[in-house]
């Protein structure tokens, strides 16, 4: 009779699948909250320059007057400036 050697296999050094899906989804929620903290800086900004075009004296606030004035006027001042944006293209 021969002996028979069983030999244990060596365990592999590489991840297995559900290691790997553990680590995208660690990857992509970084991601995400590195967009999302980025987005917040940008909406930061965009409100802290849009409260400051909206002093007296400043366009927005100017454009708010004039738009409260003459509605009618203003929208048709939009329609021109949108169609003569669109032509340029």
Known sequence: ?????FETPE????PGMAERAIDTATDVSRTLTEISAGLRSA?????AAITSARQPGRPLAIISAITREAPLSSLFVAFLFGVAVARRR
């Open 1 to 5: 009779m021969k002996t028979v050697d």
């Open 11 to 14: 365990p592999t050094l590489q």
């Open 43 to 47: 909406v930061e900004q965009l409100s």
